[in-house]
């Protein structure tokens, strides 16, 4: 049967405007080298100068690199401040505790003085958490470039995209799906929790009235999941306020006594059910994960490194902009040409 001209004509443009996008569309090792040549070194350098003294660093861009990927992909929306019409993602509640956004404006503004208008947020982003992470002697992961930046961020997707310090194991995997991400990547990158601190208000509830606990134990309301005597003393020092209450702001190491080593130390305290979000004891609830956290936790650093790095690089790919999508923010915080 023949085809109608009009039809033809209409899928080849379809065809080449398809390669078009495709042609540019690619995330590639060094999409700079001839743009911006010395990019990456110029991040790396500041990134490690900086994290050298203030290590806490490592984990702030850690989770502010997942925390942007997981809503639009890795396009630096979450950097983006709020505006007159829309509330942004950095100001939805499980975004309120991101730390990093002034290094990231610092590393931008030393990037556009080299080569203005040229490299995105959104890769600036990935490739200071990486810096960052291997500048506490964490592993290292390749990451392609050529990301673009996203112009919109709304506090409404964050909430609904972020993953919840209360998820089950079901509920973690269903959304890290939505990412193209796989239950082995939820196990491995939960192992981020290596470093950086909590918040006393992110695990409150499995320590006062965790609902379903204290059944015939007395006073005894936390969460059966947590190590009892671990509990205790969260409740009783970590996060106890001057006045005897609680105090939501005091902040704990997820990781106690190596919170700013990238180490096994994670899965060794979530064996020992002293972890302090739900979301990681939800791990231990699934056979294949709890098998894989064994698999690692009397092994070398180095096993874990592979394998959260090999997750990092799928994660730092998620939903990406490139081509001719979104635009190369001049300033993190605002799309071009805004007036603020
Ligand atoms: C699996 C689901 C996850 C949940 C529910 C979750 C939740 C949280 C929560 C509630 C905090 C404490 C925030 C605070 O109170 O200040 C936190 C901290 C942190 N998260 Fe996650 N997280 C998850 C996965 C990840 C992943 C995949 C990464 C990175 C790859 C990551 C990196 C971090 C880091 C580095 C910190 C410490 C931040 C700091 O020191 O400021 N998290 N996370």
Redesign the pocket.
Known sequence: MAVPAPVVLGLAMVVLASCATGAHGQLRMGFYDQSCPGVERMVGDFVRQHVGRVP?V???L??L??HDCFVRGCDASVLLNSTAGSVAEKDAP?NL????FDFVDRVKTLVEEACPGVVSCADVLALAARDAVAAIGGPSWRVPTGRRDGTVSSMQEALDE????T?SFKQ?TDL?ATKGLGVRD?VW??G??T?????C???ADRLYGFPGAGAGAGNDTTDPSLDAAYAVNLRRRKCRAPNGGYAEDA?VE?DPGS?LTFDLGYYRALRKHRC??Q?DAALLTDPAARADVESVVGGPDEVFFQLFARS?AT?ATVQVKTGAEGEIRRKCAVVNGASN
Request: charged share 5%; hydrophobic share 55%.
């Open positions: 806490t490592a984990a702030a850690l989770r690199h997942f499980p505790t991101l730390r990093g972020i993953p919840k310090p998820m973690l890290f939820l990158l939960s981020a929790h470093i950086g601190i909590a918040h208000s992110s695990f902040v997820m919170h302090l979000l979301s990092m994660l």
